[in-house]
């Protein structure tokens, strides 16, 4: 009976809004296809999601969904999925078996192996996925991990133009020319050079007019990608040339995982269109993507857009032209960083005379007060630049300026942390000195522009700093970026704008810059990118060499001795006793910074000036420092500089309890530099640093003394582990082009090529031996087994300088690590 009243009552009439329901309720119920490709979202994802819980990865095993990136040999033969937080592939492990202490023949298994890393798409032979990257570095350097991605890959719009034969003016294997109608735009995924020839088209913020200049553009997946749109053409089109360029920068890929799969893969349906006619191998350094869906490494690529304020408030500030004092503030994540550098593109793009015949021949002045995430320097550093041309790529690819045609920096200062709340004063102090340095720079360039951009350090005494430099900076311009207040630090901001009779924007936040990588991690690659990077006479790019920095020659500097060429050695924080400078230096990134007079060592210049001799004698005794050290500077010196018992380091410490900074009006930093041993017999110093020799001779010859500065940075785990990294790189493409060799085939007789087996036994063998001393060092610790136990073991082992390597992430407990 209940049965026939369920099928009575389902066979009733119903009204249109519940059939249409059910019928939604239906199709919700039907799986989606593997390979089908979601819907765009109606919203721009946020920059950064929260971490999934081990319940939410618990979860999504048990409901049989596999996460990308996850997929590897092994689990193909599992009954289930791996769960959502396994990182690295099992074909990138490090082999810790017996196999991996005697050579091994190339048999089926070695080629079958090394056939399934080359594979691995274009990106190089050790790319991983971004989930892989997480593990490495995110779980094993104590870094956060990306944001995690969702299960499936939307497919997203990036160009409108769609290439064909009349849109094509010339293509070859090197480089691509083409037509973008009006209001249409390209987006292209690597990196390029780009020669706008016709029209005028619009990159990042800037407008760029037919001219003889090249621009070089780097688009990683790491950020949102840069969109080439015209804005005015020729009969309705705008004609420019994407060209390939080689700038070692995708070779980084060797000595981090963070560098890996962020460049273009495989040849997409727009490049096989632009390449016929070329060899079947053909791969330009970019590619054309029409949606996310054409990356054959499957990433989560977005365009970039602003939003229509953004773009508006832009060229109002622009039309202030040499009158522009823009001040950019907000809270984190908010897009300060983004839209301060579409700001500047702006400003200095390259237009020609306009109407009212204004032409900005003197640069723009461009003061990053954000020690944390700068734009044009390392990580630790507030400095003033003036720029000339406008830079197209995330702050990773030009880390620092050293006297290039596109720009310098005038003036830096290390304040030795990623946030100014370590010691505000010394920021402010820092801060007045480079507006002093930009009042210098108008004396020569009266039409130039400046743009500050403030940290997101905007909450107590942040927000104090913030009003100070409102009511103080002399500016045109306040640009708040958040329209959600709160209404704590916007109306205090207000206040101050309107004491100071300067108008404040409050503009819409916009996380739209679409990152891979969390904070910490783009300041390990900008950082890492910083001391791999060269400038070769001559040439306009920079250029990055792949080589770890252990196996780089350093520079060797006496720090005592008639040749002595470092005046000192500071600590900034508490102060720490002599006996553990050592300790605290080896290792470790210290400011290089120049010491234009004696009054930079604050605390101690007046009271020096008023100190009898008997009174500079006695406190010399209680130092304990030798007046006879033939490098000795005076009482000054003396009285500030202790030498440590053993090592003999000049250990140079001014304050109570904790250390008084150099004075911003007296120094300068030149840079950053690695401290890589203290040779104690030699009483040497070996520094790797970028800085170049001329800079530093420069100093010396104006009589400026250096300091190292030791901050509160990083921990550079990156460097630590480049070698590591490197050895499997070289295995991996010894391997590659075995299988290579292997199946080259003899064109005579038709055989294929054959391998000494002795040979590669032998090279096999040192290869690996190569991988098993990278890995049995005391500063990192390759974990073989992945459970629990051992990895309580690990942690109660690790110390200050030990950096744990994951080696066998297949194992089920991944998830909770």
Known sequence: MKRKAEKQQAAGPVSAFAARKARQQQAQIVTTPKNEVQA???????????????????????????????????????????????????????????????????????????????????????????????SVVGDADGYESPADTPAELQNFPLSKTRLNKSSIVYGDEDSLCVRIKDKMNLAALGQYDLWVKRGVVSLMGAKLHPSSRVYRVYAPSTHSLPIIKCVAGVEGEAEVELKSCKSGLSRLRDVSPLYQRIWNGDNTAADKVTLKGAAPNSRRSFSVLYTSSDDSLKRHLRPLHLDKKWSA???????????????VCGPK??????FSRYLLNHVLSPAPETKNGYINTDGVAFLDLDPGQPEFAPMGQVYLAHLRSPFFGPPFTHPSLDETRDGRVLRAHHIGA?????????????????????????????????????????FGQGLEVATWLVKC??????????????????????????????PMTILPSQPT????????????????????????????????????????????????????????????GSQISPSMLREVLEGAIVGVVAVESRHAIMGTSTATGNRTDEEGADMENDMDVDSDEPNSQGPFVNDTIVRTPQEDLPYLFVGSGSCTPLDPKASNCLGLALVRSVDVSSRKLELSTPISSSRLSDAIEQGHDLVLVRGQLDGPNWAISEEYHAARAAERRYQQSAVRLHKDADSASGQKHQIDPAKHKQTLALLRARIRRASNVPWMTVVEDNSRRQREAAAREKSLWKLKKKAYPGSESEGDW
């Open 313 to 327: 408030s832009m060229r109002s500030l622009s039309q202030r032209q040499g009158r522009l004092r823009v001040l």
């Open 333 to 338: 994540a908010s897009g300060k960083s983004t």
């Open 40 to 134: 765009e979202p109606a919203a721009e994802p946020p920059s950064k999601r929260p971490r999934r819980s081990l319940e939410a990865n618990e979860s999504q095993e048990t409901n049989g969904a596999e996460p990308r990136g996850s997929r590897t040999r092994a689990s193909k033969k599992q009954d289930g999925p791996l769960p959502a937080a396994t990182a690295i592939s099992q074909r990138r492990s490090v082999k810790t078996s017996a196999s991996d202490s005697k050579p091994q023949r190339l048999d089926a298994q070695d080629i079958s192996e090394a056939k399934e890393e080359q594979q691995v798409p274009n990106d190089g032979p050790d790319e991983m996925t971004e989930d892989e990257v997480a």
């Open 513 to 572: 810059d679409f990152v891979s990588r969390s904070s910490a991690q783009l300041r390990s690659m900008q950082i890492q990118s910083y001391f791999h990077l060269s400038r070769p006479a001559g040439l306009g790019n920079p250029l990055w060499h792949e080589a770890p920095l252990s196996r780089t020659r350093p520079i060797a500097v006496d720090y005592a001795g008639p040749t002595q060429g470092i005046l000192g050695i500071m600590v900034m």
């Open 418 to 458: 990623t946030s100014p709340k370590e010691d505000p004063d010394h920021y402010a102090l820092a801060t007045m000195d480079l507006m002093d340095q930009y009042q210098t720079l108008l004396t020569q360039y009266p039409q130039c522009p400046l743009i500050v951009n403030y940290p997101g350090w905007i």
């Open 473 to 502: 900076l002399g500016l045109s311009d306040v640009v708040y970026m958040s329209e959600k207040g709160p209404m704590e630090v916007v109306e205090p901001l207000s206040y101050a704008a309107r004491e100071a009779q300067v």
